[in-house]
């Protein structure tokens, strides 16, 4: 099992930068792949941006050049350094972590993003 705990949400001005932590703990050895995906009201949770096992990165076409996705395998965390924030950042971003074998998805709890014009 993997539990993800993230942290670093929180209300910024637009223009400013935030950036997001994602702890995992559990069967660490069995992700395959880490991400994070927002989510506001009335809308789909979206992919943001994603890292595989052996560094690769990802990006949606909203973020790319303002976010960037990165991890520490000592502390087994992944971060979401955001810059530039508009106000269509705003969401509820979710960390989640992924495996192949057995095919499995993992969420955390979320962590709300309010950038403010």
């Known amino acids: 099992q993997v539990q993800l705990v993230e942290s670093g949400g929180g209300l910024v001005q637009a223009g400013k930068s935030l950036r997001l932590s994602c702890a995992a703990s559990g069967v660490i050895s069995s992700i395959n792949a880490m991400g994070w995906y927002r989510q506001a009201p009335g809308k789909q949770r979206d992919l943001v941006a994603t890292?595989?096992?052996?560094?690769?990165?990802n990006y949606a076409d909203s973020v790319k050049g303002r976010f960037t996705i990165s991890r520490d395998s000592a502390k087994n965390t992944v971060y979401l350094q955001m810059n530039s924030l508009n106000v269509e950042d705003t969401a509820v971003y979710y960390c989640d972590a992924r495996r192949l074998f057995p095919s499995s998805v993992y969420w955390g709890q979320g962590t709300q993003v309010t950038v403010s014009s």
């Open positions: 890292i595989t096992r052996g560094g690769a990165t």
